[in-house]
């Protein structure tokens, strides 16, 4: 029972990166999904979620050049980023739980799955 991501890597200032995770082990049925970031010296941030019912958030930070989506057939959530900032580098982390509103917990809450991280690293 895990999430794992993939997809990050070195982008350029104004580029684009995709992430991808895939779950294991249980269904997106009954799951919301999340990517949260960390860096250094930074508490993490929740960056976009998806619910079972298909709502989405987006921190303002990244609305209007982050889309997330998922395939529940294929367990897979997606994170396309583009017009990529420097301030964007950071870990990127996927979770999945089964409390809907993801995205608003506090940042010491523990989802049920947390993914290994990927890296992000953007260069000006």
């Known amino acids: 029972l895990q999430v794992v991501e993939s997809g990050g890597g070195l982008a350029q200032a104004g580029g684009s990166l995709t992430l991808s995770c895939v779950a294991s082990?249980?269904?997106?049925?009954?799951?919301?999904m999340g990517w949260f970031r960390e860096g250094p010296g930074r508490k993490r941030e929740e960056v976009s979620c998806?619910?079972?019912?298909?709502?989405?958030f987006y921190s303002e930070s990244v609305k209007g050049r982050f889309t997330i989506s998922r395939d529940v057939a294929k367990k897979t959530v997606t994170l396309q980023m583009s017009s990529l900032k420097p301030e964007d580098s950071a870990v990127y982390h996927c979770?999945?739980?089964?409390?809907?509103?993801?995205?608003?917990?506090?940042?010491?809450?523990?989802?049920?799955?947390w993914g290994q991280g990927t890296q992000v690293t953007v260069a000006s």
């Open positions: 082990g249980f269904s997106l049925d009954y799951y919301a």
């Open positions: 998806i619910s079972t019912n298909g709502s989405i």
């Open positions: 979770a999945a739980d089964t409390l809907q509103h993801l995205c608003m917990t506090p940042v010491t809450y523990k989802p049920d799955y």
